[in-house]
């Protein structure tokens, strides 16, 4: 929450992208969030959910402004509080990107030798075997 803070305070930004350190495909998630926030009505903010539809609140693209005034609402400026705090009551979409365990992440090293796998297939041929 102190990144959080800091961050918040530093950035004069009107949208903040809040994004977990242990997503191996950051880089695809990142790009399906943007998409996704595009379509949206406004709203505080957009997050991925992982594939069983649970929010992933790490990985979203929040309204700044919005997140300043849950944290400067929080007791000691949110100070030992979870993100999920900050979120609660901001009228956040929570939307399952359609390509499965783009949100996964790496807790374990069962996860880590899975991401591993993952990077090191080839890329899908294009249907013309390219």
């Known amino acids: 929450m102190a990144a959080l803070a800091a961050g918040l305070a530093a950035v004069p930004d009107d949208s903040v992208l ?7 495909r950051a880089e695809e998630a990142v790009a399906a969030l943007r998409g ?3 379509l949206h009505p406004p709203v505080d903010g957009v997050c ?3 594939d069983a539809g649970r ?9 700044a402004a919005a997140l300043r005034r849950r944290v400067a609402s929080l007791p000691d400026d949110g100070a030992g509080a979870r ?8 009228d956040i979409a929570v939307v ?11 807790d374990t090293w069962e996860d880590l030798e899975r991401a591993r796998g993952a990077a090191d297939r080839p890329a899908e041929e294009d249907d013309d075997g390219r």
């Open 96 to 106: 399952r990107p359609r390509e499965a365990g783009l949100v996964d992440d790496v």
């Open 48 to 50: 991925l959910a992982d």
């Open 83 to 90: 993100f999920r705090d900050v979120v609660d009551g901001l």
């Open 18 to 24: 809040v994004l977990a350190a242990d997503l191996p």
């Open 55 to 63: 929010p992933q609140w790490l990985l979203g693209l929040y309204d």
């Open 36 to 38: 996704i926030a595009a």
